[in-house]
T-cell receptor, first 115, second 112 residues
Framework: DADVTQTPRNRITKTGKRIMLECSQT?????MYWYRQDPGLGLRLIYY???????NKGEISDGYSVSRQAQAKFSLSLESAIPNQTALYFC??????????????FGEGSRLTVL | AQSVTQLGSHVSVSEGALVLLRCNYS??????LFWYVQYPNQGLQLLLK??????LVKGINGFEAEFKKSETSFHLTKPSAHMSDAAEYFC??????????FGTGTRLQVTL
């Protein structure tokens, strides 16, 4: 089983719908991240969390919210999806050791299409 | 603030030829630098990382990268390309609070 699991892997939805992407990890890491990948733009940070009580905005947080339900769970919500949120979304984790050097461990991605 | 620039969104090489993927960084502090690889329909996995130890870093699958402070570069190389190397490669720099800033990626095509 994957250490970082994202659900759903693929989702098609309509404009205005609420969407939640979920991430769970078995690595025991404190730090969790949500990135978005768009062709030609690389990966951009949406939100990150260093522990259950810590939530921080990344560079493109507008239109998104997150919840850190437990050390192992970090979900990303789109309250009212719009077409330009169509992208591949990645959850990632790091621990204090690897976090000091920045190494991230990624899930397999959630492909979201907003019509 | 930290940033990375990857020159060339697409690189094509013949099987057996040298692979060279370019990355230049900008950082206000001594950087930690990374190369990640993304195979089709998969997440990113770490190829190698520079953490201020040796400037020549060896990674998995025969890849290596050299940190050159004077050139602010961290280019990725492999002496002989294999078909299985076809993927997208991302350079990244670690900034404050252990946040990675990624480049825009280079798609490597390997032809027979």
């Amino acid at each position: 089983d994957a250490d970082v699991t994202q659900t759903p892997r693929n989702r098609i939805t309509k404009t205005g719908k609420r969407i939640m992407l979920e991430c769970s990890q078995t690595k025991g890491h404190d730090r969790m991240y949500w990135y978005r990948q768009d062709p030609g733009l690389g990966l951009r940070l949406i939100y990150y969390s260093f522990d259950v009580k810590d939530i921080n905005k990344g560079e493109i947080s507008d239109g998104y919210s997150v919840s850190r339900q437990a050390q192992a769970k970090f979900s990303l919500s789109l309250e009212s999806a719009i077409p330009n949120q169509t992208a591949l979304y990645f959850c990632a984790t790091s621990d204090l050791t690897s976090g000091n050097t920045g190494e991230l461990f990624f899930g397999e991605g959630s492909r979201l299409t907003v019509l | 603030a930290q940033s990375v620039t990857q020159l060339g969104s697409h690189v094509s090489v013949s099987e057996g030829a040298l692979v060279l993927l370019r990355c230049n960084y900008s950082s206000s502090v001594p950087p930690y630098l990374f190369w990640y690889v993304q195979y089709p329909n998969q997440g990113l996995q770490l190829l190698l990382k520079y953490t201020s130890a040796a400037t020549l870093v060896k990674g998995i699958n025969g890849f290596e990268a050299e940190f050159k402070k004077s050139e602010t570069s961290f280019h990725l190389t492999k002496p002989s390309a294999h078909m299985s190397d076809a993927a997208e490669y991302f350079c990244a720099v670690a900034g404050t609070a252990s946040k990675l800033t990624f480049g825009t990626g280079t798609r490597l095509q390997v032809t027979l």
